[in-house]
């Protein structure tokens, strides 16, 4: 009790200091939104976004997983695309590393449905009120965006397969990228795709903050995704689903050496690792509830 009177006599007196100040309404309104939001606001700020996702039809989830999926191909397609301008040093993944970033932007600031941002978005809903409805429901979402996702990749990857539309310089660009990931062994991707998972999920939980440098905190941390070699499971999807049209891999490498362990890497770190340490961190404050007298009426 003695916290939540605290709490209430510190917001008292905020208020007074700003009214003290003689703003106008309009300079106090713009003097609070500055404030830093705090974890456990980010925290609900995130469970209503993942309640309306999980309230959203079927059909719905299906079309933007498969647009996703679509668009996060550029990611594919921009970094061998600046692979064609620069020497085969160790420095040009620095900049090749920019390209990566482009269908992230796209994707995300498009508010398209992308598998890996629902290991957080989705689970942070069931740890405010787990029931198995709910967990159904997860595993529901979580089953029909990355089945969208990996459709909406492997059509990319025929377009990009197709001599009419890419260049043979563009060619062996995508096939040196590809063959990269098709290199990889499931447990790499396993171990690539749990700081994949992590970076993905922060993007998630900082966008309420970044307001307008959203664009600026994607490319962010998306860049040292690429720059890192860590392994991302639809942009993957993409690599390696060219990798099988083009008879450099074979269903084998995609489904077992990297689509299983990659994606089981994802969500271990957006989940297992990120979610449940933001939990971790706010769970005393969640658990003091809304002050009613607060709502807008």
Same mark, same amino acid.
């Given at each position: 009790?003695?916290? !939540?009177?605290?709490?209430?006599?510190?917001?008292?007196?905020?208020?007074?200091?700003?009214?003290? +100040?003689?703003?106008?309404?309009?300079?106090? !309104?713009?003097?609070?939104?500055?404030?830093?939001?705090?974890?456990?606001?980010?925290?609900?700020? $995130?469970?209503?976004?993942?309640?309306?996702?999980?309230?959203?039809?079927?059909?719905?989830?299906?079309?933007? =997983?498969?647009?996703?999926?679509?668009? $996060?191909?550029?990611?594919?397609?921009?970094?061998? !695309?600046?692979?064609?301008?620069?020497?085969?040093?160790?420095?040009? #993944?620095?900049?090749?590393?920019?390209?990566?970033?482009?269908?992230?932007?796209? @994707?995300?600031?498009?508010?398209?449905? %992308?598998?890996?941002? #629902?290991?957080?978005?989705?689970? &942070?809903?069931?740890?405010?009120?787990?029931?198995?409805?709910?967990?159904? #429901?997860?595993?529901?979402?979580?089953?029909? @965006?990355?089945?969208?996702?990996? &459709? =909406?990749?492997?059509?990319?990857?025929?377009?990009?397969?197709?001599?009419?539309?890419?260049?043979?310089?563009?060619?062996?660009?995508?096939?040196? &990228?590809? +063959?990269?990931?098709? /290199?990889?062994?499931?447990?790499? #991707?396993?171990?690539?795709?749990?700081?994949?998972? $992590?970076?993905?999920? /922060? $993007?998630?939980?900082?966008?309420?903050?970044?307001?307008?440098?959203?664009?600026?905190?994607?490319?962010?941390?998306?860049?040292?995704? +690429?720059?890192?070699?860590? /392994?991302?499971?639809?942009?993957?999807?993409?690599?390696?689903?060219?990798?099988?049209?083009?008879?450099?891999?074979?269903?084998?490498?995609?489904?077992?050496?990297?689509?299983?362990?990659?994606?089981?890497?994802?969500? %271990?770190?957006?989940?297992?690792?990120?979610?449940?340490?933001?939990?971790?961190?706010?769970?005393?404050?969640?658990?003091?509830?809304?002050?009613?007298?607060?709502?807008?009426?």
């Amino acid at each position: 009790m003695l916290k !939540v009177d605290t709490k209430v006599e510190d917001k008292t007196i905020k208020q007074k200091e700003i009214a003290s +100040s003689k703003l106008s309404c309009q300079e106090q !309104v713009v003097l609070e939104e500055h404030e830093r939001l705090s974890p456990h606001l980010l925290f609900e700020i $995130i469970r209503r976004d993942g309640d309306e996702e999980l309230a959203r039809p079927a059909r719905a989830l299906l079309f933007s =997983g498969f647009i996703a999926g679509i668009i $996060i191909s550029f990611s594919f397609l921009f970094k061998a !695309v600046l692979t064609i301008y620069l020497p085969d040093q160790p420095w040009s #993944n620095l900049i090749t590393s920019i390209g990566y970033t482009t269908g992230f932007i796209l @994707v995300i600031l498009g508010r398209m449905q %992308l598998f890996t941002e #629902n290991t957080i978005t989705t689970i &942070i809903p069931l740890f405010k009120e787990f029931s198995g409805v709910k967990f159904l #429901n997860i595993m529901r979402l979580w089953g029909l @965006v990355l089945l969208a996702n990996l &459709i =909406g990749t492997f059509l990319a990857a025929i377009f990009l397969s197709m001599p009419t539309f890419v260049t043979p310089e563009l060619a062996t660009a995508l096939h040196g &990228i590809a +063959s990269h990931a098709a /290199a990889m062994t499931p447990m790499e #991707n396993i171990v690539k795709g749990i700081p994949a998972g $992590i970076l993905i999920a /922060a $993007i998630v939980w900082m966008m309420p903050l970044s307001r307008s440098f959203s664009l600026f905190l994607i490319l962010f941390f998306t860049y040292f995704i +690429s720059l890192g070699s860590f /392994a991302h499971v639809v942009v993957g999807s993409g690599e390696l689903a060219y990798e099988v049209i083009n008879g450099g891999a074979s269903l084998y490498d995609y489904f077992v050496r990297f689509l299983i362990p990659t994606g089981f890497g994802n969500i %271990l770190g957006g989940t297992l690792v990120f979610t449940l340490l933001i939990y971790a961190q706010v769970s005393t404050e969640l658990k003091d509830g809304v002050d009613e007298s607060c709502r807008i009426k």
